[in-house]
């Protein structure tokens, strides 16, 4: 079982920067995948990012690419979502989970995911 506990989440002003961070807890955490979401109230939960479980391959949403950047620590158990040039559309609460099977293949079916940490607000607003 994995469990996964997000860190970071704040108030940043347009442009600005912040860092997310992902806690891993379990057994065998290099077997899973870690993707970012985010929600926003009365609407879907959106992929953002993912990295495999070896930490060398990553994923991202087309709304990110460029402005965000995920890393993996594994001797840390900590995966990160490094998120640059932020903007009001950037806010949401943002949550880690936890895809088995090492890669990232499906990362947008959120169905897929079996682990879900409770999220971090993020606001992005002058």
């Known amino acids: 079982q994995l469990q996964l506990v997000e860190s970071g989440g704040g108030l940043v002003q347009p442009g600005g920067s912040l860092r997310l961070s992902c806690a891993l807890s379990?057994?065998?955490?290099?077997?899973?995948?870690i993707g970012w979401f985010r929600q926003v109230p009365g609407r879907e939960r959106e992929a953002v990012s993912c990295v495999t479980g070896s930490g060398g391959s990553a994923e991202y949403a087309d709304s990110v690419k460029g402005r965000f950047a995920i890393s993996r620590d594994n001797a840390k158990n900590a995966v990160y979502l490094q998120m640059y040039s932020l903007k009001p559309e950037d806010t949401a609460v943002y949550y880690c989970?936890?895809?088995?099977?090492?890669?990232?293949?499906?990362?947008?079916?959120?169905?897929?995911?079996?682990?879900w940490g409770p999220g971090t607000q993020v606001t992005v607003d002058p």
């Open positions: 379990g057994f065998t955490l290099d077997y899973y995948a």
């Open positions: 989970a936890g895809l088995g099977g090492r890669d990232c293949s499906g990362y947008l079916r959120e169905e897929l995911y079996a682990y």
